[in-house]
């Protein structure tokens, strides 16, 4: 099973500041990576699908690159409501699995 | 736009089979495959399995003895039963949509099924 781990845990942010969220896979898994964004009490929503590739309606600010085991989400000027936490997850061999979630606090 | 929708019982007790509804609107559940994910509260996320409208499922090897999912493509709904349930089966319960490759690109609300006596 491949294991992504995903660095800070958790982070706290002043609004309109650049943020970075890292995601690293056991084993290369190519551009099979998707992020998703879980607000408190909401279920997941995609935003970042096959490593950089924006989901229909998110914000332009949202980001995605990366390749074979190491991949990063930005947000760039980081608003109010971008306060929740974000998954990344990979599809490229079953069982499909989760990174464990970096939870962005918003000063 | 697509819609899902979990239903079932919120309190399910030990030993027994927790049994869940997605229903899928806005879109015809004949194509894709349609997932089931879990989430204890305050934890992260877990891969339950999946089916393809045409009844091919794929389940995670850690509950694959317990799970079966299947498909009513004449209610555009898919089902979960997980089965010998225990307090560590408590969590929310998420269907989605699986799109190309096993991208989840749209979610149900989710449902807290809770285990307990």
């Known amino acids: 099973e491949v294991v992504l781990t995903q660095v800070p845990d958790s982070q706290s942010v002043t609004p309109k500041e650049k943020v970075t969220i890292t995601c690293r896979a056991s084993?290369?898994?190519?551009?099979?990576l998707h992020w998703y964004q879980q607000k408190p009490d909401q279920s997941p929503k995609l935003l970042i699908k096959?490593?950089?590739q924006s989901f229909s309606g998110v914000p332009s600010r949202f980001s995605g690159s990366g390749s074979g085991t190491d991949f990063t989400l930005t947000i760039d000027s980081l608003e109010p409501e971008d306060a929740a936490t974000y998954y990344c997850?990979?599809?490229?061999?079953?069982?499909?699995?989760f990174g464990q979630g970096t939870r962005l606090e918003i000063k | 736009q697509v819609r899902l929708q979990e239903s079932g019982p919120g309190l399910v007790k030990p030993s027994e089979t927790l049994s869940l509804t997605c229903t899928v609107s806005?879109?015809?559940?004949?194509?894709?495959?349609w997932t089931w994910i879990r989430q204890p509260p305050g934890k992260g996320l877990e891969w339950i399995g999946d089916?393809?409208?045409?009844?091919?499922?794929r389940y995670n090897p850690s509950l694959k003895s317990r799970v079966t999912i299947s498909v009513d493509t004449s209610k555009n709904q898919f089902s979960l039963k997980l089965t010998s349930v225990t307090t560590a089966d408590t969590a929310f319960y998420y269907c989605?949509?699986?799109?190309?490759?096993?991208?989840?690109?749209?979610w149900g609300q989710g449902i807290l099924v809770t285990v307990s006596s």
């Open positions: 989605a949509r699986c799109m190309g490759s096993n991208v989840l690109d749209y």
């Open positions: 089916i393809y409208y045409s009844g091919t499922t």
């Open positions: 997850h990979q599809s490229s061999s079953l069982p499909i699995t």
């Open positions: 096959y490593a950089s």
């Open positions: 084993q290369s898994i190519g551009t099979n």
């Open positions: 806005g879109g015809y559940i004949s194509t894709y495959f």
